[in-house]
C-alpha cells in the first residue's frame, strides 16, 4: 500500500514561511513525479507545483511562482514543498500526490482532472493569518 504523508503545516503570520514535507512508504519518490495540490475552504483542489522524476524539473502555478520552490532529497525519500512570503489566500490544506508516473507539467496550475492522482497524502493545514 503506497502511502504518502505530509507535515509540516502549521499558522504562520503574513510574510513567513514554512517548509511542508511530503515522505513515502512502499515507493521510491525519485522515481515519481510528484504534485502539491491546495485546498482552500469552499473552493477545489488546485495544483501549486511539481517536480520531475527524469530530470528534477519543477514548475509552479503563478499564484505561487517566486515564492514556493519544491525540491527532493532521495536519501530521505522526501520532497519538499518551501514557502516563502506567505499570504492569507495561501491558507489551504495542502497535500502532496503521484498520479503513478511522471507526472510534472507547466499547466500544474491549472489541472483539470485530478482523479488521474491514485496516490495522495492526508493532507497538511497552512493558516497564514496575523
Known amino acids: 500500500q503506497v502511502q504518502l504523508v505530509e507535515s509540516g503545516g502549521g499558522l504562520v503570520q503574513p510574510g513567513g514561511s514554512l517548509r511542508l514535507s511530503c515522505a513515502a512508504s512502499?515507493?521510491?519518490?525519485?522515481?515519481?513525479?510528484i504534485v502539491w495540490f491546495r485546498q482552500a475552504p469552499g473552493k477545489v483542489r488546485v495544483g501549486v507545483s511539481c517536480?520531475?522524476?527524469?530530470?528534477?524539473?519543477?514548475y509552479y502555478a503563478d499564484s505561487v511562482k517566486g515564492r514556493f520552490t519544491t525540491s527532493r532529497d532521495n536519501a530521505k525519500n522526501t520532497v519538499y514543498l518551501q514557502m516563502n512570503s506567505l499570504k492569507p489566500e495561501d491558507t489551504a490544506v495542502y497535500y502532496c500526490?503521484?498520479?503513478?508516473?511522471?507526472?510534472?507539467?507547466?499547466?500544474?496550475?491549472?489541472?483539470?482532472?485530478?482523479?488521474?492522482?491514485?496516490?495522495w497524502g492526508q493532507g497538511t493545514q497552512v493558516t497564514v493569518s496575523s
Open positions: 512502499v515507493i521510491t519518490l525519485d522515481s515519481y513525479g
Open positions: 500526490a503521484t498520479e503513478g508516473g511522471d507526472y510534472c507539467s507547466g499547466s500544474v496550475g491549472s489541472l483539470s482532472d485530478i482523479t488521474v492522482f491514485d496516490y
Open positions: 517536480i520531475s522524476s527524469t530530470d528534477g524539473s519543477t
